[in-house]
Nanobody, 126 residues
Framework: QVQLVESGGGTVQAGDSLRVSCAAS???????????MGWFRQAPGKEREFVAS????????HYADSVKGRFTISRDSNADTMFLLMSSLTPEDTAVYYC????????????????WGQGTQVTVSS
């Protein structure tokens, strides 16, 4: 069983930057290598959407067009913590941001992800 815990959300002004984190752990304590991870978000009244994803060794990344050039996804050398650095934030980025993981290739489709965190709220005021 994989557990994911997001942190770092909050309220910022438009144009600010914010970094959210996702810490992964397993009950058995085995390595988190070979797990792809991703960020998804859900704004009020909207469906959850893809934001960014990264493969297990951080060589391959994908971004939604709406965040490309503003957001950067990364993960630490142990592969068990993932980050999303968000810059030039706008009110349209306001959402609950979810961390997800899957053992296998990186994907932009949320249906491919098996493990999910509880989410962290990001609010951008104008």
């Amino acid at each position: 069983q994989v557990q994911l815990v997001e942190s770092g959300g909050g309220t910022v002004q438009a144009g600010d930057s914010l970094r959210v984190s996702c810490a992964a752990s397993t009950e058995s304590g085995h390595t988190f290598n070979y797990y792809a991870m991703g960020w998804f978000r859900q704004a009020p009244g909207k469906e959850r959407e893809f934001v960014a994803s990264v493969n297990w060794n951080a060589v391959t990344t994908h971004y939604a067009d709406s965040v490309k050039g503003r957001f950067t996804i990364s993960r630490d050398s142990n592969a068990d913590t993932m980050f999303l650095l968000m810059s030039s934030l706008t009110p349209e980025d306001t959402a609950v941001y979810y961390c997800a993981a899957r053992r296998g290739p990186v994907s932009t489709d949320q249906r491919d992800y098996v493990f999910w965190g509880q989410g962290t709220q990001v609010t951008v005021s104008s």
